[in-house]
């Protein structure tokens, strides 16, 4: 990744005008817009600075109306900001709502050679490139077709095809990927890291958690309009789910946590990379519980190593259920952090509850330390839970084998229910535990999971 600097973002803001009447615009354009008599404005963006470094990829997250997609617009050019300064070097190829650029009447060949004169390319390069992207786009006879007759999938194939093969030093995606099935999405990915080693910067936005922490260095969370973290990509993700997670008579208290700990970290906004995550409340609770149990002593047993603790540990707010003591055992009911591959593991937490639910279901997830979820496990299916009542406390016992290849690991344990007719988080910790898995597993294993594999090899066959 280079130092130089990609995009830079000052003071950002846009604000657009609304009307309580029609007729109310033509007032103003009348009368003049003084006192604002006529309209009201909607802030979309307020006082937004960040700077993404060349060949670097920036998550952009936040909860819907958050002002992401108007963030983006104005990074690819197509809305003016009404403050601040905006400066983007490089040519910039950008894949925003479905089938913007596209000409509807126009057939598949006819929009590729549109588009890619929008992007900058002329004739001549649009006709060298053009086998490649009817290949990539995969849409058969359909590139004759009009695009009106296109299904969604078609739209974005063929969109993301083009934007790709203009060679882009920039490149902007918003969630139009999401329509496309799992294998278009795969290869979608892979071209975007082939993007990225070229030294090319993507800024990406998903509500997909998992794939903002697996492909992005860092994230943007805007929440109405404004930066509140910026920083480690893993970070800003848990903070976001927090926040997206929390009921809604607790989100005002966990937004304004969150940028008060930003604040105190970082002084604007960003996210220490100090090991240090706002829990807000939840946090210190954290702290608190971690606290009741004693734990053994550094090397105490071959097995734990005190050193290896979780610095970063994410609470959601609570829904009427505690989680407590989270740890990791044997099977013969000794607490580790080590684990050994191919050996059976225990996780156990007791959950307290403090309102009667139903449909309840306890569960774990094992993350890398990049966010990539690797495994986890739930105590019922869904809509197969119990029903318990307040006062009730829970122990909970999920046994796992260890699977994973030698590195860190960290895990998170949570509780859901219907309290009411959705099913929702009542308490989730993320990356409560952290554990290394050691080496001296299957030598012949590569990857991240160990798939338990037997090669063959017949010498007597023949092409």
């Keep these: 990744m280079s130092s130089e600097l990609a995009i830079e973002v000052r003071g950002l803001g846009k604000r657009y005008p609304m009307y309580a009447r029609p007729h109310h615009r033509l007032m103003e354009l009348a009368f003049g817009a003084s006192g604002g008599r006529w ?24 909860r819907n109306g958050s002002g992401k997609s108007t963030l983006l617009q104005i990074l690819c050019g197509t809305l003016a900001p009404t403050d601040g300064d905006v400066v983007v070097r490089g040519r910039v190829a950008a894949l925003l709502e479905l089938g913007a650029g596209f000409n ?24 060298q490139r053009f086998g490649r992207i009817e290949t990539f786009a995969d849409i058969g006879a359909f590139i004759e077709q009009p695009v009106r007759t296109y299904s969604s999938g078609m739209f974005v194939r063929l ?48 509500h997909s958690a998992g794939t903002v922490v697996d492909i992005c260095d860092r994230a943007l969370l805007l929440d109405q309009g404004e930066v509140i973290a910026f920083g480690p990509a893993r970070r800003v993700v848990n903070l976001y789910q927090k926040l997206a997670f929390a009921p809604p008579d607790r989100q005002a208290d966990v937004r304004a946590a969150i940028l008060a700990r930003m604040g105190d970290a970082a002084g604007d906004g960003a996210v220490a990379d ?35 603790v979780a610095a970063e540990v994410v609470a959601y707010e609570r829904a009427g259920a505690c989680i407590r003591d989270p740890r990791v055992e044997t099977l013969d009911g000794d607490v580790v952090n080590l684990l050994h591959p191919g050996r ?18 306890c569960g774990m997830m094992i993350r890398t330390t990049t966010g990539v979820e690797v495994g986890g496990a ?7 839970g119990i029903t318990v009542t307040a006062g009730q406390r829970c122990a909970v016992a999920l046994d796992f084998d260890c699977r994973m290849q030698p590195g860190t690991y960290f895990i998170n344990a949570g509780v859901v229910g219907r309290p009411d007719a959705d099913e929702r988080f009542l308490d989730r910790l993320v990356d409560v535990l952290m554990v290394r898995v050691m080496p001296g597993g299957n030598p012949l294993v590569t990857g991240m999971v160990d798939l338990d594999p037997v090669c063959r090899l017949d010498w007597s066959a023949r092409p």
């Design 39 to 62: 309209r009201r404005e909607h802030r979309a963006l307020h006082d937004v600075s960040f700077e993404v470094r060349r060949g670097e990829t920036l998550g952009v997250i936040g």
């Design 104 to 127: 509807p009447d126009f057939t598949g060949r006819e929009n590729v050679h549109l588009y890619g004169s929008v992007l900058g390319l002329t004739r001549a390069e649009v006709d």
């Design 159 to 206: 969109a993301f095809a083009v934007a790709i093969h203009v060679d882009p030093e920039v490149l902007v995606v918003d969630e139009a990927l999401s329509v496309g099935d799992e294998a278009f999405q795969r290869k979608c990915f892979a071209r975007i890291e082939q993007l990225r080693a070229q030294g090319a910067t993507v800024l990406f936005v998903s």
């Design 274 to 308: 100090d090991g240090v995550a706002p829990a807000g409340e939840g946090g210190t609770r954290m702290t608190e519980d971690a606290a009741q149990s004693p734990g053994p002593g550094p090397l105490e047993s071959p097995g734990f190593d005190k050193a290896l």
């Design 344 to 361: 059976r593991y225990r996780l156990r937490f007791e959950v307290d509850f403090e309102q009667s639910v139903g449909q309840v279901r």
């Design 378 to 384: 739930v105590s019922a299916a869904e809509g197969e």
